[in-house]
């Protein structure tokens, strides 16, 4: 460190003697620059700007896809199967859950899955609903119909670590975890019901069977406390009318199937399409559906009976040709879950008896 006057003005240099190539900072100093300089302890205004928390909108969960931002952002990942907003139900302190909103974004969120074809959207009730208030909210308020959907009451409890208490959650993202597991451990095939919900300690409602009896056929599914048991998930059923489409496993398992096959027969691009290509496709696709009806996922003795992949002249006429199209038709037989187990009990007097 070196102090010079150079031209009038009071200099430092710092020298680096160590670097290959030294380096020089120069410090110009003011006259009187010491007495300018402020004292080391003093006391200086700081202005900071505040801003105030505001409740979302429906526009921020929608987002935009450019920004990548929002649900609509999520249309740019192909690896997504569900789609989670739990965050939906919070609420500024002193606010109430703004309803139109949570159908509004609801809405969004189910119209977002139908357009991509390969997620499903898990949606909650709003908050300290009785049972017959669901049944309302669910049939004349949401009035959701779709298979690419699913809803689930009531809201859980958890521990706040923070703060050491017990807190009601909603459960869309313990059963999204509860999914995840079932895919890895069973299958997409496998109704995910009848699993405990981990991580969860209480329920905001019990309950009951006759309750359960009243909202499952409407597509409502129960989340219950069983003596020895757990808290399980208590129900299987998308949110739509059709029956075909009734369980979230046969949704999943087509969800599936489609995108398996879509990934699996990319190399057909840009092949010559004739019969030679369409015996091909056949082939690999039929040998991918065995492996699903091996693995359980589809009904059926023998193959025949569980699926059948049709690619031929009829599917891919010339006109359809001309335009660079392949058309693959395939039909499943899914295995559905047992969601009702029946005895027929009866008294036996015994051999001789009328």
Request: proline residues 6%.
């Amino acid at each position: 460190l070196q102090t010079a006057v150079l031209e009038g003005k009071k200099q430092t240099v710092l020298a680096y003697k160590n670097n290959k190539l030294p380096k020089f900072v120069v410090l110009e100093l003011q006259e009187n620059a010491i007495d300018k300089a402020m004292p080391r302890e003093q006391e200086q205004p700081l202005m900071i700007e505040k801003k105030l928390l505001e409740a979302p909108t429906a526009s921020d969960f929608r987002g935009d896809v450019s920004e990548r931002k929002g649900v609509e952002g999520l249309e740019v990942l192909d690896d997504v199967t569900m789609l989670v907003v739990p965050d939906l139900m919070t609420t500024m302190p002193g606010e109430k859950l703004n309803i139109d909103m949570v159908k509004s974004v609801q809405s969004m969120m189910i119209s977002h899955c139908e357009r991509m074809g390969d997620r499903v959207a898990i949606l909650d009730a709003p908050p300290d609903l009785t049972p017959q208030e669901v049944k309302k909210w669910r049939m004349d308020i949401a009035g959701f119909d779709s298979s690419y959907a699913a809803m689930y009451y009531p809201w859980v409890k958890v521990m706040d670590p923070s703060a050491e208490q017990m807190v009601n959650m909603p459960s869309s993202g313990h059963v999204a975890g509860l999914w995840a597991r079932n895919d890895n451990t069973r299958g997409v095939h496998k109704a995910p019901a009848n699993e405990v919900l981990q991580g969860v300690i209480g329920l905001a409602y019990q309950v009951t069977k006759g309750e359960q009896d009243t909202l499952n056929p409407i597509g409502v599914n129960c989340v219950r406390s069983f003596p020895g048991r757990g808290i399980r998930v208590w129900g299987a059923r998308t949110l739509s009318s059709d029956p075909a489409w009734r369980y979230i496993n046969v949704r999943r398992l087509f969800n599936y199937v489609e995108k398996s096959i879509e990934n699996g027969t990319q190399w057909v691009v840009f092949e010559p399409n004739n019969r030679k290509l369409w015996a091909r496709v056949n082939r690999d696709v039929s040998s991918f559906l065995r492996m699903v009806w091996r693995d359980g996922a589809l009904f059926g003795s023998a193959p025949s009976e569980a699926f059948y992949v049709k690619c031929d002249d009829e599917l891919n006429p010339p006109e359809s040709r001309d335009l660079g199209r392949l058309v693959i038709e395939i039909g499943l037989a899914p295995v559905k879950p047992a969601e009702f187990v029946i005895f027929r009990i009866s008294q036996w007097a015994g051999p001789g008896s009328e």
